[in-house]
């Protein structure tokens, strides 16, 4: 590899690590936090920003701070698409092994955003329309994908959002929201218990390795996802899971 084209890959590598990173810090930082948290020094990220900026990947703000640029949401909805796509087969796999819908869900800035979704074969079924935005506190998905995040980071989520009561079963506290979520960390999965929903139950696990933070769930009546029910669903929620996990890290996924 010549030395140009070497040090054009690097740059294009430190380039989306300060992408990484700024998301990871909320989507607006400046360059002193990136150099403070990628050891690069100033004038190289100012360089690799300015590249960025021209590109309208990310945006300078009037605090002269860095922000991430709106060309980024076209490439975001067009990853999320994709994903729900590659998911849809291991999807299915999970609706034949369950009876029960199945879903897939990221979580996007404070809401879980739903990108794809198998429905059940019952007459009585659950559904939610792919690209909808939930607050995460009352669905099984948003409780399994905020057990991984720091409970720092979760309270002041919750203090962005607040935490408003879709059914009477709803935790709306932030106390017993996360005595919940260390449940979820020992039990290895989360429940929606007609928290969303009156009458509806959902099951949910995280997607381990996934390259953004995801989550697949079912969900159907109380009456069919029961506590018996529960301990047949959540071995194939987790091995579903897995083979997806290794599907989403390969270079060209592929179905069961």
């Given at each position: 590899?010549?030395?140009?084209?070497?040090g054009?890959?690097?740059?294009?590598?430190?380039a989306?690590?300060?992408?990484?990173r700024?998301a990871?810090?909320?989507g607006?930082?400046?360059?002193s936090?990136?150099?403070?948290s990628?050891?690069?020094?100033l004038?190289t990220?100012?360089?690799?920003?300015?590249t960025?900026?021209?590109?309208?990947?990310v945006r300078q703000?009037?605090?002269?701070?860095?922000a991430?640029?709106?060309r980024?949401i076209?490439?975001?909805?067009?990853?999320a698409?994709?994903?729900?796509?590659?998911?849809?087969?291991?999807?299915?796999?999970l609706?034949?092994?369950?009876?029960?819908?199945?879903?897939?869900?990221l979580?996007d800035?404070?809401?879980?955003?739903y990108?794809?979704q198998?429905?059940?074969?019952?007459?009585?079924?659950?559904?939610t329309?792919?690209g909808r935005?939930?607050l995460?506190?009352?669905?099984?998905v948003?409780?399994a994908?905020l057990?991984?995040?720091?409970?720092?980071?979760?309270?002041?989520?919750?203090?962005?959002?607040?935490?408003?009561a879709a059914?009477?079963r709803?935790?709306t506290?932030?106390?017993?929201f996360?005595a919940?979520l260390?449940?979820?960390?020992?039990?290895?999965?989360?429940?929606?218990?007609?928290?969303?929903?009156?009458?509806?139950?959902c099951l949910?696990?995280t997607?381990?390795g996934?390259?953004?933070a995801a989550a697949?769930?079912?969900s159907?009546p109380?009456?069919?996802?029961?506590e018996?029910a529960?301990?047949?669903?959540?071995p194939i929620?987790?091995?579903?899971?897995?083979h997806?996990a290794?599907a989403?890290?390969t270079a060209?996924?592929q179905?069961?």
């Amino acid at each position: 590899m010549s030395a140009d084209r070497a040090g054009g890959v690097q740059s294009l590598e430190r380039a989306f690590d300060l992408l990484e990173r700024m998301a990871d810090s909320g989507g607006e930082v400046g360059l002193s936090e990136l150099s403070a948290s990628s050891g690069l020094p100033l004038p190289t990220i100012h360089r690799l920003m300015r590249t960025l900026v021209a590109c309208g990947y990310v945006r300078q703000q009037a605090n002269r701070r860095y922000a991430l640029g709106p060309r980024l949401i076209r490439l975001g909805e067009g990853a999320a698409r994709l994903l729900g796509t590659w998911a849809r087969p291991y999807l299915a796999d999970l609706v034949e092994a369950t009876g029960e819908t199945a879903n897939m869900a990221l979580l996007d800035g404070d809401e879980v955003v739903y990108v794809a979704q198998v429905p059940s074969r019952h007459s009585m079924r659950m559904f939610t329309e792919v690209g909808r935005r939930v607050l995460p506190h009352s669905t099984g998905v948003g409780k399994a994908l905020l057990a991984e995040v720091p409970p720092q980071e979760v309270r002041a989520l919750l203090a962005r959002t607040g935490m408003p009561a879709a059914t009477e079963r709803t935790i709306t506290e932030p106390d017993a929201f996360l005595a919940e979520l260390e449940r979820i960390r020992s039990q290895g999965y989360a429940v929606d218990d007609n928290e969303q929903e009156v009458g509806v139950r959902c099951l949910a696990v995280t997607v381990p390795g996934s390259p953004t933070a995801a989550a697949i769930s079912i969900s159907g009546p109380a009456g069919r996802v029961t506590e018996a029910a529960t301990d047949k669903i959540i071995p194939i929620l987790h091995d579903v899971a897995g083979h997806l996990a290794t599907a989403l890290t390969t270079a060209t996924p592929q179905p069961q």
